[in-house]
């Protein structure tokens, strides 16, 4: 990480999605030794803390433009979005623990946002079950968990898609997923559209995740000042991965899931982490608060020998 600091910051969020849980992941991470093991590696830490969010209402309120809890959604993005360009601007690496994965929407607002002002442009790695990319419009729950990766191209609700006054956040030839294997029926036809290169588990089990990953790392370098990596514990296998609000059978083992880590780090081109979908309510003795630490150093620069 060249000596830069490690900024953490908690977002105790998951009013995107129908479960709950995903809000105390932030909480579980740490407890599982984040920052004592990522100071073990003599990174330079910080606790941030975490992001006020808007408590959850009893009952989710009625979709707003197709969306749930959508005014509770803008606030905390937008939120969200300062305080990790407030850690960009200050040369630190922003290291975000969710929540559920619509953080992503203020997250990468914030770091595209700050390398926009240099006339920069960010690349994304997004490794996840799931597409993610369904708008208003073809989501069957309307629940922002599903539609991030829409809003973050352009797509979708406006207020969402031109947060911060630009769209879309991340040209679409500069943004992989990693891992998919749920993908919604009219949800597809978004991601044909989209113009972004999705590798699904077929993919990884046919070309293997070496192959896969150094494509990936490729597109979402290419041109760019360098990717956010954003990580769904879904995308693990729940056999491995328990803790997670949406599990789909089939996923990374842990093996593939710290290659796609360890490669990241390899190529020197990380400017910002994210860990979503920790879902402590549903996790076994918080084994899979555990393996999102161990990824999380991983993707910092530990290594097996080294």
């Not at 969306?67 to 630190?92: G, P, Y």
């Not at 898609?161 to 943004?175: I, M, Q, S």
Request: glycine share 10%.
């Amino acid at each position: 990480m060249g000596g830069r600091e490690i900024a953490v910051l908690g977002v105790p969020w998951d009013q995107a999605a129908n479960r709950t849980g995903a809000s105390q992941g932030p909480a579980a991470i740490r407890h599982a030794g984040l920052l004592d093991a990522l100071r073990g590696m003599k990174l330079r830490v910080s606790d941030r803390g975490d992001l006020d969010v808007p408590a959850r209402p009893a009952a989710a309120s009625a979709p707003s433009k197709g969306i749930k809890n959508r005014r509770e959604l803008l606030r905390m993005c937008s939120e969200l979005a300062s305080r990790t360009r407030r850690i960009v601007s200050e040369d630190a690496l922003p290291l975000l623990l969710g929540g559920d994965h619509s953080i992503a929407i203020g997250s990468i607002l914030g770091i595209a946002g700050a390398l926009r002002e240099k006339n920069k442009r960010l690349g994304v790695v997004w490794v996840d079950a799931h597409a993610d990319i369904n708008t208003p419009a073809t989501s069957p729950s309307k629940n922002a968990h599903g539609m991030p990766v829409a809003h973050i191209l352009g797509m979708g609700d406006r207020g969402l898609a031109r947060l911060g006054g630009f769209a879309p956040k991340v040209a679409p030839e500069n943004f992989c997923l990693i891992g998919v294997r749920d993908v919604d029926d009219e949800e597809r036809k978004n991601l044909r559209d989209s113009g972004v290169r999705a590798f699904s588990m077929h993919e990884i089990d046919r070309r293997g995740i070496a192959a896969v990953v150094d494509e990936a790392l490729a597109l979402a370098g290419a041109g760019t000042a360098g990717f956010h990596l954003s990580f769904d514990i879904d995308a693990v296998d729940p056999r491995c991965a328990p803790g997670t609000s949406v599990p789909k059978d089939g996923g990374l083992t842990v093996r593939e899931a710290h290659f796609v880590m360890e490669a990241a780090a390899e190529s020197g081109k990380i400017l910002s982490l994210e860990m979503a979908e920790v879902n402590p309510l549903a996790d076994v003795e918080n084994a899979t608060a555990a393996l999102a630490c161990e990824l999380i150093a991983s993707a910092l620069g530990k290594r097996i020998l080294l």
